[in-house]
């Protein structure tokens, strides 16, 4: 196993207990990430949030040598279900044709400005 990217940082710069994402053989598993940027969450809406969400998982598939076309599952939760149809109009466009199974669930999320989070799992492929 391994960790990929920095340790992160909460509030007054406390190292948090988790990584933002792990490998396990083939497999990266990236942690829910929310809109939230030193220390505060930004984005006006779920649509805003979702697009931050996505820039933050490329980056750290990147760290990883992956895409979001390696992405296999994601897992979602919306703090509001009536955000679904605009979510998903941004999650359809960050994957384009790319169709990776997905759980998505309506839930109150740790941060009560956050609207949307998003986990994904991706894997490496023996041959492009």
Do not use: C, H
């Amino acid at each position: 196993m391994e960790i990929v990217g920095p340790p992160l940082t909460g509030p007054a710069g406390m190292i948090l207990p988790l990584s933002q994402a792990v490998t396990v053989g083939d497999l990266v598993f990236v942690s829910g990430q929310i809109a939230l940027r030193d220390g505060k969450i930004i984005g006006r809406d779920v649509a805003e949030q979702t697009e931050i969400v996505f820039d933050g998982i490329e980056s750290i598939l990147t760290m990883a040598g992956l895409t979001l076309g390696d992405v296999a599952k994601t897992t979602v939760w919306l703090a509001r279900a009536p955000d679904f149809g605009e979510f998903n109009r941004v999650y359809a466009a960050r994957f384009g044709d790319w169709r990776p199974a997905r759980s998505t669930v309506v839930s109150a999320l740790v941060f009560p400005e956050a609207l949307v989070e998003i986990e994904v799992i991706a894997a490496r492929r023996a041959a492009r």
